[in-house]
């Protein structure tokens, strides 16, 4: 846990630029609306097509060998965004946004990777740990322009590309970390426990249908998977658009960026509250209760578009209710998939869950431009209606 816990706040500050920064510099290298929007969403379907391979390279050689790659590749991804942000390089950019992808995709998996060894009752309290101390990534690597602003002046490198260059060192070091000190590897340790989880010998089926096989017969993991995306889904299409709803009511840059920084205090900063919450009271409560806040939140916004105080309110509970719905599915995913699966199935979730935000903030646009942010907030609600006709049947659940 000492080690994941350093990995992740070493290793989000590097991620923290790709929503931020590396917006900013899509929009200055391609100054073209629709190019910029196509970068923007590079990192997030980076994190969603290495997702799986990730989790597949968990199965067969440990925690410690795919959060090791996935950082490292995500520093490679950095490295070459500091050449397209020095030179102004367009394929370069889109490359470097979709590597550093990665890193999003490793610091998921950081979160399963913390329930390995935990026990039963407290395999929430140690996800939410994990997830906790990536908000300290979240709020410091966007900032890394201002000693990107220090290495411009030192060396000739534009800002940008400074604050790409220590992303870049942040990523390496993740790596390096959880490389040479996640010993012994807390998956593996789990798979020697539990002979059973070793497949047959010249037996190597497909990842992708054992996945599907678990999902069709495990109806705990289903509803896991389903609040999981759910959650991610309903929240991306809503955060997505508040800064562009903010600037069309004429809120200033200020004004947008304190607003996503409560949403994002929101997402994580009572995660540890709702770890213990869920191992307490268990899982369908815990998602019924986001439910309900994101009910709350998109009420708000529907009815009180206009008022900042308002959608302030609403994007901080859009956040809470996130993290309820997210790591309580989370916890419920770990604890329910079988061994033989796990790391596979960890890995195919964050990769789906990546996919829908991607789209989810893809289409989110066009619903916006062709209705209204009150509509927007009304569909959101009716994207919640599957997952709640399924939190209040206990069929679907376990009674933890």
Known sequence: ???????????????????????????????????????????????ALLGLPLGNLAARRGRRMALASGWWIAAAGGAILVAAAQWNLIVPLFLGLLLIGAGSAVSLQARFAATDLAESDHKARSLALVVWVGTLGSVLGPNLGVPGEIIHRATGLTVFAGAFFLAAICLGLAGTIVFLWLRPDPLLTLQRASPSTTAPAGKKPNPVRRILAELRENRPARFAVIAILTAQVVMVSIMTMTPVHIAHQGG???????????????MYALAPLVGFITDRYGHRPTVGAGILIFLVSLIIGALRPDGTGWIITSLILLGIGWSFVNVAGSALFSKVVSPQTRASSQGG???????CGATAAFAAGPLLAASSFSMLSLLAIAVLIPLTALTVSRGHTPKA
Do not use: C, F
């Open 1 to 47: 846990m000492v080690v994941l816990v350093i990995m992740q706040i070493i290793g989000t500050v590097g991620v923290g630029v790709a929503p931020s920064i590396g917006v900013l510099l899509a929009g200055e290298v391609t100054d073209n609306e629709a190019w910029a929007g196509l970068a923007r969403t590079a990192s997030t379907l980076g994190a």
């Open 252 to 266: 200033s840059i200020t004004l947008i960026g304190l607003t996503i920084s409560l949403h994002i205090a929101g």
């Open 349 to 355: 979730v964050d990769a789906l869950s990546n996919l």
